[in-house]
Nanobody, 126 residues
């Protein structure tokens, strides 16, 4: 069982930065790949970023490539999402997720993740 708690969301002006954190409970955190997804009221929950269990591989959605960076600290049971050059269209609730993923093709897929946090709101004003 893994419990996830996101933090770091808030209101920020376009062009500025935010860093989201996701703290995980459980001794097996380092076994899990981790992902970030985001959702607005009118859209499905979309893939943002993912990182392998070791941290050696990262994956990004096309809309955030070059602006967002995901990292993890297995000693602290925490993953991070550094978001730079934020745009109004990045406004969403951001969810952290954990899954035992071993196939590269599965990282962007919601069903590949077994555990989800409650989400943190990010609002980017123009």
């Amino acid at each position: 069982q893994v419990q996830l708690v996101e933090s770091g969301g808030g209101l920020v002006q376009a062009g500025r930065s935010l860093r989201l954190s996701c703290a995980a409970s459980g001794r097996t955190f380092s076994s899990y790949a981790m992902g970030w997804f985001r959702q607005t009221p009118l859209k499905e929950r979309d893939f943002v970023s993912a990182i392998s269990w070791s941290g050696g591989s990262t994956y990004y959605g096309d809309s955030v490539k070059g602006r967002f960076t995901m990292s993890r600290n297995n000693a602290k049971n925490t993953v991070y999402l550094q978001m730079n050059s934020l745009k109004p269209e990045d406004t969403a609730v951001y969810y952290c997720a954990a899954g035992l993923i071993r196939s590269t093709n599965d990282y962007p897929l919601r069903p590949a993740y077994d555990y989800w946090g409650q989400g943190t709101q990010v609002t980017v004003s123009s």
